[in-house]
């Protein structure tokens, strides 16, 4: 068997962003009548099993520890068994839907408010499988009460770009929380993978962001996969679902890809040898002569690639809000955080 230039890179670099594992070992996904489960019952929200076990531990402060909730976050991320071993993925996902609601003309949706949590918004079609990631990050938040979801769910978009290899970016806190859905903004806000770049851009543009911005922000599909029962997609983008990399630039321009129809009828572009995907939204970064111009310079350069997302990224997670505080001086190294029970077990 052999593995190209940049399978060698990304596994030594997942090595390298996987090297806390053996601290963690005791982390599990494990199946319960057939289904995965995450320790609590899926459906069980904020009030999951095991709320006043996990209060026991809480030290309840008013200024929340970022350096303690960071590396909280960190060791949750790896799970055996969970679509390629991480839960970071997911956790960005869930940042960045918090954010695309924004309109920058009403000034309206954003990342603050966390309004996600709340219906209509949880169960608008864009934000299918997110509950997952605001369910595992509940428990931090009732050890974290002085934490708001909205700085909790950015914050955790942050560490696990972070902890796949990619850049370093400010996290500026201070978000509140809605109390109720009441500001949960109209559906139709996300983008929709199946359209090109017209509706890429007029999604895109609501939010105040332009074609350099846009096409940075999309390199975030070097991480995770599509689900045929969330979004109607299959696959990954890249052979290194769980590292931040340049490989989605890279793969668009390097590889064949075939317009195909899936298991849910949809039409998604897949590879020579059908193991990776792109949707028609990802190909239009290519079809697109603008775009493209981005697309081709970070395929060359990560750090050009990176340089470009990190302010791309937080102006995605600070639109709409007001008055944040300066950003947080994490310590150089997050002290390992070993929960004192393991993590999934709540009963
Ligand atoms: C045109 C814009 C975009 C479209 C149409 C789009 C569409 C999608 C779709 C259909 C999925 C699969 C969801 C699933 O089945 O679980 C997905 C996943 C994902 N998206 Fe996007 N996305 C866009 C922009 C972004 C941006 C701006 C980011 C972050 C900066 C992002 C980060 C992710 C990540 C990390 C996943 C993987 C989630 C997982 O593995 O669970 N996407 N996206």
Redesign the pocket.
């Given at each position: 068997m052999s593995f190209s230039r940049s399978t060698v890179r990304a596994f030594i670099r997942a090595q390298r962003a996987t090297g806390r594992v053996a601290t963690f070992a005791s982390r599990r996904i494990f199946l319960s009548n057939g289904i995965r489960q995450f320790g609590f019952k899926a459906s069980t929200g904020a009030a999951f099993g095991g709320a006043a076990l996990m209060a026991a531990a809480v030290t309840v402060s008013q200024q929340p520890d970022w350096d303690q909730i960071r590396a909280e976050i960190a060791s949750l991320l790896d799970i055996e068994g969970y679509?390629d071993g991480s839960l970071g993925?997911?956790f960005?996902?869930l940042a960045?839907h918090s954010c695309g609601s924004y309109d920058k003309k009403s000034g309206t949706g954003g990342s603050n408010g966390a309004t996600m949590r709340f219906t209509p918004e949880s169960g608008y079609g864009g934000n299918v499988?997110l509950g997952l990631a605001r369910q595992v990050l509940e428990q931090i938040k009732l050890r974290h009460p002085a934490a708001s979801y909205a700085d909790l769910y950015q914050l955790a978009g942050i560490v696990a770009i972070e902890e796949a290899g990619g850049p370093k970016i400010p996290f500026r806190p201070g978000r509140t929380d809605a109390a109720d859905g009441k500001a949960c903004t109209p559906d139709g806000r996300l983008?929709?993978?199946g359209k090109t770049q017209q509706h890429?851009r007029d999604?895109f543009y609501r939010m105040g962001f332009d074609d350099k911005e846009i096409v940075a922000?999309?390199g975030?599909?070097a991480?995770?996969?599509?689900?045929l029962n969330?979004?109607g997609?299959e696959g990954p983008w890249t052979n290194a679902p769980t590292t931040f990399s340049n490989e989605f630039f890279r793969l668009l321009i390097e590889e064949k890809w075939e317009l195909k129809t899936n298991g849910a009828g949809n039409k998604q572009y897949k590879n020579s040898d059908d193991t990776l995907m792109m949707?028609p939204?990802d190909m239009a970064l290519v079809q697109d002569p603008k775009f493209r111009v981005f697309v081709e310079k970070y395929a060359k350069d990560e750090q050009a690639f990176f340089n470009d997302f990190v302010p791309a990224?937080v102006k995605l997670q600070e639109n709409g809000c007001k008055g944040l505080a300066a950003p947080v001086a994490f310590k150089a190294a997050p002290a390992a955080v070993v929960p004192a029970k393991p993590w999934y077990k709540f009963w």
């Amino acid at each position: 068997m052999s593995f190209s230039r940049s399978t060698v890179r990304a596994f030594i670099r997942a090595q390298r962003a996987t090297g806390r594992v053996a601290t963690f070992a005791s982390r599990r996904i494990f199946l319960s009548n057939g289904i995965r489960q995450f320790g609590f019952k899926a459906s069980t929200g904020a009030a999951f099993g095991g709320a006043a076990l996990m209060a026991a531990a809480v030290t309840v402060s008013q200024q929340p520890d970022w350096d303690q909730i960071r590396a909280e976050i960190a060791s949750l991320l790896d799970i055996e068994g969970y679509d390629d071993g991480s839960l970071g993925p997911v956790f960005v996902r869930l940042a960045w839907h918090s954010c695309g609601s924004y309109d920058k003309k009403s000034g309206t949706g954003g990342s603050n408010g966390a309004t996600m949590r709340f219906t209509p918004e949880s169960g608008y079609g864009g934000n299918v499988g997110l509950g997952l990631a605001r369910q595992v990050l509940e428990q931090i938040k009732l050890r974290h009460p002085a934490a708001s979801y909205a700085d909790l769910y950015q914050l955790a978009g942050i560490v696990a770009i972070e902890e796949a290899g990619g850049p370093k970016i400010p996290f500026r806190p201070g978000r509140t929380d809605a109390a109720d859905g009441k500001a949960c903004t109209p559906d139709g806000r996300l983008p929709d993978g199946g359209k090109t770049q017209q509706h890429v851009r007029d999604v895109f543009y609501r939010m105040g962001f332009d074609d350099k911005e846009i096409v940075a922000l999309l390199g975030a599909h070097a991480l995770g996969r599509c689900h045929l029962n969330r979004s109607g997609y299959e696959g990954p983008w890249t052979n290194a679902p769980t590292t931040f990399s340049n490989e989605f630039f890279r793969l668009l321009i390097e590889e064949k890809w075939e317009l195909k129809t899936n298991g849910a009828g949809n039409k998604q572009y897949k590879n020579s040898d059908d193991t990776l995907m792109m949707l028609p939204a990802d190909m239009a970064l290519v079809q697109d002569p603008k775009f493209r111009v981005f697309v081709e310079k970070y395929a060359k350069d990560e750090q050009a690639f990176f340089n470009d997302f990190v302010p791309a990224w937080v102006k995605l997670q600070e639109n709409g809000c007001k008055g944040l505080a300066a950003p947080v001086a994490f310590k150089a190294a997050p002290a390992a955080v070993v929960p004192a029970k393991p993590w999934y077990k709540f009963w």
